[in-house]
């Protein structure tokens, strides 16, 4: 069994959970709410910059040369922030919903929030292999998103199958393996606490993966004192009364 293996095994019930989350099975089935997907698309914003951010500290990090490097160097060319989010404007225009999307980390949801700051704080603090097993699980979408609906006729609205498609890329599915393979050397030189640390990050990124989705699923994009999310504006929900107290609901 290859280390990568090992940590599915050992994760199996959080990576079950990103898997056949509630927000994908009802993509798959064709019940996912416009509202639902322009969630995802509006929250995912500022982790599309973080998450490139984060490749960038990991390139100055590896060995000069290194395969992971190469392949980060052509996300970053060839998969821009840039590009990207106007990718996902389109996609949300196009269902009819006016929301700009950007990188602006104050308009993201706690999740989100959350996920991104993990994926920073690893890169600032961890070694290039320990990047990669933290930003493994969200080039999983290569498998849990565009293996799933490659060729699938997937019901609903015409921008779900093109969001689909973008993990169907080769730049994504060469960054998604060279995650793994940077993943099964670390294991492989290192030692047990090095192996349980590369652990810990791969199944906390799955964990902040789930989590984003569930936001997306619920809708749930609020902060405390009835802030919201540019998501949640997004889709015109309106923020609940802020507490006035101690035990207020």
């Known amino acids: 069994m290859t280390f990568v293996d090992d940590c599915r095994e050992r994760s199996e019930a959080v990576w079950s959970a990103y898997r056949r989350h509630p927000w994908i099975e009802a993509l798959a089935g064709g019940t996912l709410r416009p509202e639902q997907f322009v969630f ?28 992971w490097a190469k392949a980060a160097a052509n996300v970053l060319a060839n ?11 389109s996609l949300v225009e196009d269902l009819g919903f006016p929301v700009v999307i950007g990188h602006d980390r104050w308009s993201t949801s ?6 991104v700051n993990h994926l920073v704080r690893t890169g ?17 979408f290569t ?31 060469e960054m998604c393996a060279a995650h793994a393979a940077v993943m099964e050397d670390a294991a492989e030189a290192g030692g047990p606490a090095e192996r349980e640390s590369l652990f810990r990050l791969y199944k906390r ?8 989705f569930d ?35």
Request: hydrophobic content about 35%.
């Open 205 to 212: 990124s799955l964990e902040h993966q789930v989590r984003v």
């Open 110 to 115: 706690p999740a989100r929030e959350g996920y």
């Open 40 to 67: 995802f698309q509006a929250d995912d914003g500022a982790h599309v910059a973080d998450f490139n951010r984060t490749i960038a500290i990991g390139i100055a990090k590896a060995p000069v040369g290194h395969p």
């Open 79 to 89: 998969m821009s922030t840039v590009d990207e989010l106007g990718e996902k404007q």
């Open 124 to 140: 600032l603090e961890g070694t290039f292999a320990h990047i990669a097993s933290s930003l493994y699980p969200c080039s999983l």
């Open 215 to 249: 936001a997306a699923w619920a809708l749930d994009g609020e902060w405390p004192g009835g802030g919201q999310t540019r998501a949640a504006e997004a889709i015109g929900l309106r923020p609940r009364p802020a507490s006035t107290g101690p035990g207020a609901r």
């Open 143 to 173: 498998e849990v998103i565009g293996s799933r609906f490659r060729g699938v006729r997937i019901p609903g609205p015409e921008p779900y199958r093109r969001w689909a498609d973008m993990y169907t890329r080769r730049t994504r599915t």
